[in-house]
């Protein structure tokens, strides 16, 4: 089985990348939906997340605070390191338990969306990495549409490794400003249907 893995920086088209390739017939795994996971109510990690950071980041339904959380580890550096210590190794034991599972099912080709692909130091588990990018002003447009503050952009994206660094140690970068159909031919022209 062939192994992608899909990183760049934050709203700079990973999902609809994703999607396309879905449609290429890649079975895909994203990151941000097993963050979620390892953190629902009953799950070791939000235990150990509300040990490390009190109870104001658990809501009184017993979920975990996204936003209350963000305001911590997007302003801290130590506080976003130890939260990463507690998901990351989680995230990242499921995803490759998901290409187990996939390459026992004789997948031919797979997909793991991963943000912080070389920050975690993932980069040996794939056969080739696509990084989707964009221009500052067309990632800052898009955050800005989605409500984020200038302060929350600027916070999240100085959390990540820059994006120049991402396309330089990637082995094919896929520019998302010109809109689906381009992103569509780039996708096509990199990856063969999977059969």
């Known amino acids: 089985m062939k192994t992608l893995g899909l990183t760049g920086g934050i709203g700079m088209g990973k999902s609809a990348s994703a999607q396309l390739l879905q449609r290429r017939g890649v079975a895909v795994v994203d990151t941000d939906e097993l963050a979620r996971q390892v953190v ?4 070791p990690a939000l235990a150990e997340v509300r040990q490390a950071f009190g109870g104001e980041v658990i ?3 017993g979920q975990l605070n996204r936003e209350a959380l963000a305001r911590l580890v997007f302003t801290d550096d130590g506080a976003r390191k130890k939260l990463e210590a507690i998901l990351h190794p989680r995230i990242r034991a499921r ?3 998901q290409l187990a599972t996939w ?3 004789g ?6 969306v991963i943000p912080l692909l070389f920050e975690t130091k993932a980069e040996g588990e794939f056969d080739m990495i696509l990084c989707v ?7 800052h447009q898009r955050l800005l549409a989605r409500g984020w503050s200038a302060e929350q952009i600027q916070n999240r994206i100085a959390a990540q490794m820059p994006i120049e660094e991402k396309m330089l140690r990637s082995h094919h970068v896929i520019w998302t400003e010109a809109g689906m159909d381009v992103l569509a031919q ?3 022209r990199l990856v063969p249907l999977a059969r």
């Open 40 to 43: 629902e109510p009953g799950q």
């Open 186 to 188: 780039q996708i096509y």
């Open 95 to 97: 995803w490759q338990a």
């Open 133 to 139: 990018a964009c221009s500052t002003a067309t990632q």
């Open 103 to 105: 390459r026992a099912e």
């Open 59 to 61: 809501t009184p339904a």
């Open 107 to 112: 997948k031919p080709m797979a997909a793991v």
